[in-house]
């Protein structure tokens, strides 16, 4: 029984028992050329297009860097969605704390990653922006400044200095 037919691919459903007893469904798709690679190959769905996943991550590659604002919109569209803000605003807010954490002051070129975007889990509003380890260890005390101020006092009470 053929399902579809476009001008590229033919489904074909061959329809069986097994031993159970149980109907199984076996599909197999007419040849096609790679949209990568040229290279001729027999496709497992049919949304597929390359011969296998390098071919798919070269022309995703290739689709990314065609699009030059590419980082940028996910980044936006991020902001967006977490925090409300746009990259523009979150740049604003790097310019003003001088592209250092506002914690320990670690400059931005000195990290793997992106400063985070601190904020309150009550409000929402935004604090600032923090290296990776500032906003954990914030977070991982709960937000909560007695606590802090309480651990705190545990490293100095402990300390070798």
């Known amino acids: 029984m053929t399902l579809w037919t476009s001008e590229k691919k033919v489904q074909t459903i ?32 049919y949304s597929a297009k390359y011969c296998d996943k390098d071919c798919m991550y070269k022309a995703r590659s290739k689709r990314r860097k065609a699009n030059v604002n590419y980082k940028k919109s996910i980044q936006n569209n991020n902001y967006k969605r977490k925090y409300g803000i746009t ?11 001088n592209n250092r954490c506002n914690i320990c ?10 400063l985070c975007v601190d904020h309150s889990h009550v409000t929402g509003t935004i604090r600032g922006l923090l ?13 909560d400044y007695l606590l802090l101020e309480v651990a705190a006092r545990y490293l100095k009470e402990y300390s070798d200095e």
């Open 14 to 45: 061959l329809i069986s028992k097994n031993k159970k007893g149980q109907f199984t469904g076996e599909s197999s798709f007419e040849e096609m050329e790679c949209q990568e690679c040229g290279t001729p190959f027999t496709p497992k769905s």
């Open 105 to 114: 002051s670690i400059h931005e070129s000195e990290l793997n990653t992106r």
């Open 87 to 97: 990259l523009s605003d979150y740049n604003k807010l790097l310019k003003q704390q």
């Open 131 to 143: 290296c990776h380890n500032c906003n954990r260890g914030i977070g991982l005390l709960q937000d």
